[in-house]
Nanobody, 121 residues
């Protein structure tokens, strides 16, 4: 499956952005999908993940209550709604897919190219 992340940009602290991860290739609903991010000089970190059907989600403590992951399997797209953005959310955001949530969290089989999110204070 091929993944294309989009929707990044510049936002002010307290603002919102919505990222999209569009998939093509194999049947998208077979895959759990996660979002990860990497800030300059730091390791990549987990942000959020959603199960194949969308019934199960999980978030990192740093974004819980501010970010929401969702999916529309009919559109082969997973979204990350980011509200109450903080400067520390600045990073390149990547989406990843694999057959289960556990596999996504272990590293994921398929990765998108990343989209830059910059939050100004």
């Amino acid at each position: 499956v091929q993944l294309q992340a989009s929707g990044g940009g510049l936002a002010q602290a307290g603002g919102s952005l919505r990222l999209s991860c569009a998939a093509s290739g194999r049947t998208f609903s077979y895959y759990a999908v996660g979002w990860f991010r990497q800030a300059p000089g730091l390791e990549r970190e987990f942000v959020a993940v959603i199960s194949r059907g969308g019934g199960s989600t999980s978030y990192s403590d740093s974004v819980k209550g501010r970010f929401t992951i969702s999916r529309d399997n009919a559109k082969n797209t997973v979204y990350l709604q980011m509200n109450s953005l903080k400067p520390e959310d600045t990073a390149v955001y990547y989406c990843a897919a694999d057959l289960t949530i556990s596999k996504v969290l272990d590293g994921g089989l398929y990765w998108g190219q990343g989209t830059q999110v910059t939050v100004s204070s």
